[in-house]
């Protein structure tokens, strides 16, 4: 049985965030059932967790032997087994690949940059001075992403892939603003790949963990 790794508390802003979830989404995507390894506070820094986890964070993935850790690489292990999240097809499969990466890399990064501004530094004023730029540049690849996406449903046309999952996770992270929803094709484009339902699972088997550890 596949396990991972999950906190059993966070703040509520980081509810329905915690990045387990692209793990449960992709799992659920996959049909593959799992258990999870919930932690406590302070549990991610000890060293029989520092062993599989360098970094102390969540999620790890443990099956069959097998110890993986980051998002984007469990992922693409799970993908192996689902050909929804990666398809046979070489082409198609290596574009779902790129827009994985490209979540991760090109999108990321600039979604966090506001995210950690609004959420641990609101206050201070050197965050103000640099939220308005910070928006802009997030702004700048967001607008990227939409152009790339134009009228297709999904990234690489009609096919939901674990380029999508991936994405629609990252571009989550600012839904406490209308920095994504104010593209009305990014805003569509989010409904429809959170609509589905092993999404609806995995989130609330999320919310669900944090609800039992309380």
């Known amino acids: 049985m596949i396990t991972i790794s999950a906190f059993k508390w966070v703040p509520d802003v980081a509810k329905g965030q915690v990045r387990d979830l692209r793990v449960r989404w992709a799992l659920e995507e996959a049909s593959l059932p ?15 967790y520092r062993a599989l986890q360098p970094f102390g964070q969540v999620p ?12 984007g690489a469990i992922v693409l292990h799970i993908g192996e087994r689902s050909e929804t999240l990666l398809p046979k097809d070489a082409g198609a ?13 090109s999108i990321e990064p600039f979604m966090m940059n506001v995210a950690l ?25 967001l ?35 209308d920095i994504v929803s104010s593209d009305r094709g990014l805003a569509g484009y989010v409904e429809r790949c959170t609509a589905r339902p092993a999404f609806k699972r995995a989130l609330d088997a999320q919310i669900a963990d944090f609800r039992h550890a309380a």
């Open 34 to 48: 799992y258990n999870t390894r919930l932690l406590e506070q302070g549990d991610q820094d000890k060293a029989e």
């Open 143 to 177: 607008s990227a992403l939409s152009k790339s996406l134009g009228n297709k449903p999904f990234l690489d046309g009609h096919r939901f892939t674990a380029g999508d999952l991936m994405m629609t996770t990252v571009l989550r992270i600012l839904k406490h603003t």
């Open 60 to 71: 790890i993935l443990e099956d069959d032997g097998l110890v993986l850790f980051e998002s």
């Open 93 to 105: 499969r290596a574009r779902a690949i790129q827009w994985l990466v490209a979540a991760l890399n």
């Open 117 to 141: 501004i609004d959420i641990l530094y609101a206050n201070e004023e050197w965050a103000k001075l640099r939220r308005p730029g910070a928006v802009a540049f997030a702004q700048r690849r």
